[in-house]
């Protein structure tokens, strides 16, 4: 198997390229030039073009826009005085054309590149969870694999909610649920100090007090997972469950 990776798309003003070092790193470059006025591409030698670290868990969030699962993903990143935003968007009325804008940089992929970039990330992202995510010899001696699980839940419908509270964050534990709760199924798209952006399967997305999640759940962007919450979210912001 292939340690290094590279693919590239180029258009008539625009290149992308996806590129990946090593197996063992939890993330992914993405670079871009552009043409410039006299009909030359940008050089990376010369300090021109675009390139920005992505980590495993944006790699995952990008994914999910192409599998459809979510019409669009935004971020920031900060690298010094540098600030640059980030998107993958689906072009509005039209499943086959993808935009991706960088920065001052913005490249269009049709149906065939769609379906390249979603196939060799899809690989990309199982490499680096297989290798990319090994434990050390000193962090396997910390791990007890005798250690039960906890759960605040007994009911067998909640079962799926018994997570190691080792890795879990809100500590708050629920001995006995009523009609006002209920649970659902997304991920994590985005986490503040108080709230939670959880995007479902319908694709629908909203915030979430933390305040209203009364289970615990994993603090990893993009992770499927359940979540015990309050029934009046639900409602507010009429999410197809």
Do not use: C
């Amino acid at each position: 198997m292939a340690d290094k990776h590279s693919q590239s798309f180029f258009g008539q003003s625009t290149g992308f390229t996806i590129q990946s070092s090593s197996k063992n790193e939890p993330f992914i470059f993405l670079k871009f030039i552009k043409k410039k006025k006299d009909d030359t591409w940008e050089k990376f030698s010369q300090g021109e073009g675009k390139t920005i670290k992505i980590s495993l868990e944006e790699m995952i969030m990008i994914f999910q826009v192409l599998k459809h699962k979510i019409n669009s993903w935004n971020s920031y990143h900060t690298y010094k005085e540098d600030n640059t935003p980030i998107s993958f968007s689906w072009e509005s009325n039209k499943e086959n054309i993808l935009w991706i804008n960088i920065g001052t940089y913005s490249k269009m992929l049709g149906f065939a590149q769609i379906e390249i970039f979603r196939l060799f990330l899809k690989h990309l992202i199982k490499e680096k969870i297989k290798f990319a995510t090994l434990l050390n010899s000193s962090q396997k001696q910390d791990i007890n694999p005798g250690e039960k699980q906890e759960s605040s839940i007994t009911n067998d419908d909640k079962n799926d909610l018994i997570l190691n509270p080792n890795i879990m964050t809100n500590s708050k534990k629920v001995n006995d649920t009523n009609d006002d709760q209920i649970i659902i199924d997304g991920f994590i798209k985005t986490e503040t100090e108080k709230a939670l952006l959880i995007v479902f399967n319908s694709g629908q997305e909203a915030w979430f007090p933390k305040s209203a999640i009364h289970s615990q759940y994993k603090r990893e962007i993009g992770i499927e997972q359940k979540f015990l919450t309050s029934k009046w979210i639900i409602e507010k912001n009429k999410i197809l469950i």
